[in-house]
């Protein structure tokens, strides 16, 4: 079992930063891939950056370049820097955990980001 707890967000003016932490306890959190999503109102919920166990990174288009995801394992803790933000990406963001090879994972309860003037 795996609690992630996120925090970080609030109200920022476009070009502003955030940076969001999701700390995990409960089990080996170097072993799982994590990562954040975002869900906007009336929006589905989507993929924004993921960094795997072995450190590896990828990203949504939408945000490349502007955000940088990574992990403390020392810490059990993960990060979402957001750099340059524009009023779209506003939205609720969720930390996710994930260990595909037994079929786990976890979410967060997320935590609200808004861009805005």
């Known amino acids: 079992q795996v609690q992630l707890v996120e925090s970080g967000g609030g109200l920022v003016q476009p070009g502003g930063s955030l940076r969001l932490s999701c700390a995990a306890s409960g089990s080996i959190f170097s072993m799982y891939n994590m990562a954040w999503y975002r869900q906007a109102p009336g929006k589905q919920r989507d993929l924004v950056a993921v960094?795997?166990?072995?450190?590896?990174?990828n990203y949504a288009d939408s945000v490349k370049g502007r955000f940088t995801i990574s992990r403390d394992n020392a810490k059990n803790t993960v990060y979402l820097q957001m750099n340059s933000l524009k009023p779209e990406d506003t939205a609720v963001y969720y930390c996710f955990a994930e260990r595909r090879i037994f079929g786990l994972n976890y979410w967060g309860q997320g935590t609200q980001v808004t861009v805005s003037s």
């Open positions: 960094v795997t166990s072995g450190g590896s990174t």
